[in-house]
């Protein structure tokens, strides 16, 4: 088991950049995929953003590509999601998720939400305009 604690949301202006954390304690990190997916208000949780074991991998959802990076550091057990020009439309709250046995390289497993065992808490991102 792994257990996620998202940290470093809040309010930016459009334009803006935020930095997100995702802290994982429990079974050792490096065995689990980890990706970020965001729920805005009354709207489904998407996948935002996908990272294999050992960082070599990552897959960007076309809604934040070129503004979104993933990454992580096995030897800190974090992952993280940094963000820069940020739009209203970003705002919702991000939550870490993490899997040790998903098939990450299939678009519709990656994006699909129930594919993931370990969730956190989620952090609010709020982009005024």
């Known amino acids: 088991q792994v257990h996620l604690v998202e940290s470093g949301g809040g309010l930016v202006q459009a334009g803006g950049s935020l930095s997100l954390s995702c802290a994982a304690s429990?079974?050792?990190?490096?065995?689990?995929?980890v990706a970020w997916f965001r729920q805005a208000p009354g709207k489904e949780r998407v996948f935002v953003a996908l990272?294999?074991?050992?960082?070599?991998?990552?897959f960007i959802s076309d809604s934040v590509k070129g503004r979104f990076t993933i990454s992580r550091d096995n030897a800190r057990n974090t992952a993280h999601l940094q963000m820069k020009d940020l739009k209203p439309e970003d705002t919702a709250v991000y939550y870490c998720a993490a899997d040790a046995d998903i098939q990450y390289l299939s678009s519709r497993n990656r994006q699909n939400k129930d594919k993931y065992e370990y969730w956190g808490q989620g952090t609010q991102v709020t982009v005024s305009s």
């Open positions: 429990g079974d050792t990190f490096s065995t689990y995929i």
């Open positions: 990272i294999s074991r050992s960082g070599g991998s990552t």
